[in-house]
C-alpha cells in the first residue's frame, strides 16, 4: 500500500468512489463507466459524481435498463482494451444479467487460458434497513464471492472505498465493487458516521484480499465487512465497558479472503464472532468460521458463532426487519454468553 | 402486422364506464395524496427514507391514472396483473382491496402480505393483481397467466403493465415473442411517463415509439397518445377482446406523464425547467372531468361517485393507521408454502 502524505479532507464513501474514478479515468484513457443514472444523476448513490461534466458522454454513459446488454459490453470492452466500470443500482437487480458476469467475466481469463483478461469493475449497493423490500435489500456477498474468478470488496468506510476503488480499476481481473447503503453518506439514507473519513487527495491503493485489524483486542475476535463492521466496533466499544476485550477484523476482501489475518487474530484471542447482514447459509461467515477451524487451525476456548440474517427473504415491514438484522447488541449478548458458557 | 396509430373517437358510449373511469382516477389520485402525507411523516426536517411510519422507496403514480382505468374497465377480477415498482393506480383500478393494500404499505398485519411485501410487492390473489420491484419483471409472468388460462380453456386473460425503459429489457424482447409463439391471450401495455429514473426514453431507447416494436414479434403494436382515458379505453378494449377470442397478444404503448419524482425525495434535477409546471397544467383528471362535464355528465353525479370513492380510501388509511404491527417473530412464516415458521 502506498500510503499518501498530502492533504486529506473528511469524504463520504460516496464521494471518495467518485474521487477515484475521476482520478483514473484522469490517469488512465482506457477507463470508461456506464450504468443506469450514472451520467446526468452522477449516480442513485452518489458514486460517480461530477464525471459527465468532467469526461464527457463518450466516457460516462447512460444505459438504458439493459443489464444484459451493457454486462456484456463490459466484458467485450474489457476484452478489447479497455477498463470499464459499469454500475447496477441495486445488487438485488444482477438476476437479470448474472451470465455475463459468471459465465463470461469470471471465466473469460481461465478459458483463454490467460490470453484474454476481463479488467473490469461491477458497481452495487448493497443492504438493508431502511424499509424497502426484498427486492432493494439484499447483500449477497457470498453469491459473488462463491464463483472462481470474479474479486469481491466491500469498504467499510471513504479512505479504503477511495483506495480499494483504484486497486479494483487496476486489477487485471473482474472486480465487483460493492457499496454498503447504509455507509454511502447519501444524506436520504442516513449514514453512519464512522464511514466518514479523511481521505488523501493523492492517489493510493488499498490492497485487495487484504484485511484490517481496526481495533486490537484480547478476549474475542469479531469479524465483520461492510456495515457490519461498525456493528463490531460499538459492540466492543460496549463490551470494554463491562472488561471484554474485543478485537476487530475489517475483512475489506471477501474474496480473496484473508485468511491469514482471520486466523492470526482467531489464535490470539481464542474467540471467533462473525457478524454479516447477508443470508447466513452457505455465506461468509460460515468460510470465515470454516478458515479457522479447518486444518488443525486455531484451538478456540468457545465455539465459533454466526451473526447473520437468517434465511428468510427481506421483509418491508421495520417491525419484522429490524428484529432479524444483526445489531451490535446481538454482537454483545452473544460475547457475554460465550464468556458465560467458557470464561 | 402494422402499427396502428390509435385514432378511436374520445366518445366512448358506456356512461357508467366512463364515470366508473373518472372516480377511480380520483380514488387513486387521492390514495397517493394520503400516502404522501403519511410518508414525509417522520421525514422532516430531514429527509430519511428509513423513518416514518413508511419507510422505503415510494414511486407514486399521479399522471399515469388514465393507463390503469382505461385498461382495467375492460377486465374481470379472473384476469390477471402484473405491474411494475409504481403500481398503486393499477392496484386500485383492477379492484385491489383497499383497506389491505393501504396496511401492507404501512408494513401492518392487516395488510395484504402482513407487512412482508410492502408497496413495491402487493399480492392480491382475489383479483389477480401482482407486482415487483425490478424493471420487466412481470412480462414472463403474465405471459405464464395467460397461457395458464387458454390451457383451462378460459376466457382469462393477462395484462403485463412495464414502463417505457422496461422496452429495453431482454424480458421484454422474449416475453413478446414467446407470447406470439403461444398465441398467449395477453395484453403488454407500456407506461411511457418518458423517464427510467433520470433518463430520458430519447436517451436510451433506439426508437421512437416502442409500438413499432411490435412488428418484430408479429403482433398488432398500438400507441395511444395524449393520456387520454377515453382513447386508452378504446385502444385496450381492441387488444383485450382480441385475446380473448384467442387472436394472441398485443403491445400497446401509452403516453402519460409522471407528476412526481421517480420516487419520493427525488429532487427531479434532471427535468428541464417548467417541465413538471407544464404536465400538471395537462393534469388529465380536471381534463377528463372538463370533458364529462361538456359531453353532458351531471356535476352532481361526478362528484356523488369520485366523494364515495375518496371516501373509501379515506376509511382504507383510517383502518391502515389503527391496524396493528405483525409480532416481530412473525417474519420466519412462509418462506415455504404450507409452513408456518421455518426456522
Redesign the interface.
Known amino acids: 500500500m502506498t500510503t499518501a502524505t498530502t492533504t486529506t479532507r473528511r469524504l463520504t464513501i460516496a464521494k471518495a468512489m467518485s474521487e477515484a474514478l475521476a482520478q483514473e479515468m484522469a490517469r488512465d484513457p482506457s477507463v470508461l463507466v456506464m450504468g443506469?443514472?450514472i451520467?446526468?444523476?452522477g449516480g442513485?448513490f452518489g458514486a460517480t459524481q461530477g464525471l459527465l461534466d468532467r469526461f464527457g458522454p463518450e466516457r460516462v454513459r447512460?444505459?438504458?435498463?439493459?443489464?444484459?446488454?451493457f454486462m456484456g459490453a463490459a466484458v467485450g470492452l474489457a476484452a478489447s482494451g479497455m477498463r470499464p466500470v459499469a454500475e447496477l443500482m441495486f445488487v438485488?437487480?444482477f438476476?437479470?444479467c448474472m451470465d455475463a458476469i459468471y459465465n463470461l467475466a469470471a471465466k473469460q481469463n481461465y478459458f483463454s487460458g490467460g490470453k484474454v483478461s476481463c479488467p473490469m469493475v461491477i458497481m452495487t449497493s448493497v443492504g438493508g434497513?431502511?424499509?424497502?423490500?426484498?427486492?432493494?435489500s439484499q447483500c449477497l456477498y457470498a453469491t459473488f464471492a462463491h464463483l472462481p474468478g470474479l474479486k469481491v470488496v466491500i469498504p467499510s468506510n471513504a479512505r479504503d472505498a477511495k483506495g480499494l476503488m483504484l486497486s479494483a480499476i487496476r486489477d487485471d481481473n473482474p472486480v465487483v465493487f460493492m457499496f454498503h447503503k447504509a455507509l454511502q453518506g447519501m444524506?436520504?439514507?442516513?449514514t453512519v458516521q464512522r464511514s466518514i473519513t479523511d481521505v488523501p487527495e493523492a492517489d493510493y491503493t488499498t490492497p485487495i484480499g487484504v484485511a484490517a485489524v481496526v481495533r486490537e483486542g484480547t478476549d474475542v475476535t469479531l469479524v465483520g465487512l461492510g456495515l457490519t463492521v461498525h456493528l463490531a466496533l460499538d459492540a466492543a466499544a460496549a463490551l470494554a465497558k463491562t472488561g471484554v476485550s474485543a478485537e476487530v477484523v475489517d475483512l475489506r476482501t471477501v474474496s480473496p479472503l484473508d485468511r491469514a489475518t482471520i486466523r492470526a487474530s482467531a489464535a490470539k484471542t481464542g474467540r471467533l464472532v462473525v457478524i454479516d447482514d447477508d443470508y447466513m447459509s452457505f455465506g461468509v461467515s460460515a468460510e470465515v468460521i470454516a478458515t479457522v477451524c479447518e486444518h488443525g487451525g486455531a484451538r478456540l476456548r468457545s465455539p465459533p458463532m454466526r451473526i447473520a440474517y437468517?434465511?428468510?427473504?427481506v421483509?418491508?415491514?421495520?417491525?419484522?426487519?429490524?428484529?432479524?438484522l444483526p445489531n451490535a447488541e446481538k454482537v454483545v449478548a452473544a460475547v457475554q454468553a460465550m464468556l458465560e458458557a467458557a470464561p | 402486422m402494422s402499427t396502428l396509430e390509435s385514432t378511436a373517437p374520445s366518445r366512448a358510449t358506456n356512461r357508467n364506464q366512463r364515470l366508473w373511469m373518472y372516480a377511480t382516477m380520483v380514488q387513486s389520485r387521492h390514495f397517493e395524496a394520503l400516502v404522501k402525507v403519511a410518508y414525509l411523516e417522520g421525514k422532516q426536517p430531514l429527509f430519511n427514507m428509513a423513518k416514518g411510519p413508511i419507510p422505503g422507496e415510494m414511486h407514486l403514480s399521479d399522471g399515469q391514472e388514465p393507463c390503469a382505468v382505461g385498461v382495467c374497465a375492460h377486465l374481470r377480477p379472473g384476469d390477471a396483473v402484473t405491474a411494475t415498482h409504481r403500481p398503486h393506480h393499477i392496484a386500485i383500478a383492477k379492484g385491489v382491496d383497499l383497506k389491505a393494500m393501504a396496511a401492507e404499505i404501512f408494513g401492518k398485519k392487516a395488510g395484504l402480505s402482513g407487512g412482508r411485501g410492502g408497496h413495491m410487492h402487493l399480492f392480491d390473489p382475489a383479483v389477480n393483481f401482482a407486482c415487483s420491484g425490478i424493471v420487466a419483471q412481470g412480462l414472463g409472468p403474465a405471459v405464464g397467466s395467460a397461457l395458464a388460462a387458454k390451457l383451462r380453456d378460459a376466457s382469462d386473460i393477462a395484462v403485463a403493465f412495464l414502463g417505457e425503459g422496461a422496452a429495453n429489457q431482454g424480458a421484454f424482447h422474449e416475453a413478446l415473442n414467446l407470447a406470439a409463439v403461444w398465441q398467449a391471450p395477453v395484453v403488454f401495455v407500456i407506461e411511457d411517463n418518458a423517464y427510467g429514473i433520470s433518463v430520458a426514453k430519447r436517451d436510451c431507447t433506439a426508437v421512437e415509439s416502442n409500438a413499432i416494436r411490435a412488428a418484430g414479434y408479429g403482433m398488432p403494436g398500438v400507441h395511444v397518445p395524449g393520456n387520454d382515458a377515453d382513447r386508452i379505453l378504446a385502444a385496450a378494449g381492441e387488444a383485450v377482446a382480441r385475446a380473448r377470442a384467442g387472436g394472441g397478444p398485443t403491445l400497446i404503448e401509452i403516453e402519460t406523464t409522471r407528476l412526481e419524482g421517480h420516487f419520493m425525495g427525488d429532487a427531479e434535477g434532471y427535468r428541464p425547467a417548467g417541465e413538471v409546471e407544464a404536465l400538471k397544467a395537462r393534469d388529465p383528471i380536471p381534463a377528463y372531468r372538463a370533458r364529462l362535464l361538456a359531453e353532458g355528465f351531471e356535476a352532481e353525479a361526478l362528484d356523488r361517485a369520485a366523494g364515495a370513492a375518496i371516501a373509501e380510501v379515506d376509511a382504507a388509511f383510517v383502518f391502515a393507521r389503527r391496524a396493528d404491527y405483525p409480532a416481530p417473530e412473525e417474519v420466519f412464516e412462509h418462506v415455504f408454502a404450507g409452513e408456518g415458521a421455518s426456522q
Do not use: C, N, R
Not at chain 1, 447512460?62 to 446488454?69: K, V, Y
Not at chain 1, 434497513?129 to 432493494?136: A, I, K, L, T, V
Not at chain 1, 421483509?315 to 432479524?324: A, C, D, K, Q, S
Open positions: 443506469e443514472d451520467g446526468k444523476l442513485v447512460d444505459t438504458p435498463i439493459s443489464e444484459t446488454a438485488d437487480f438476476g437479470v434497513g431502511y424499509g424497502d423490500g426484498g427486492q432493494h444524506g436520504w439514507l442516513g437468517p434465511d428468510i427473504p421483509p418491508f415491514t421495520p417491525v419484522m426487519e429490524h428484529f432479524v
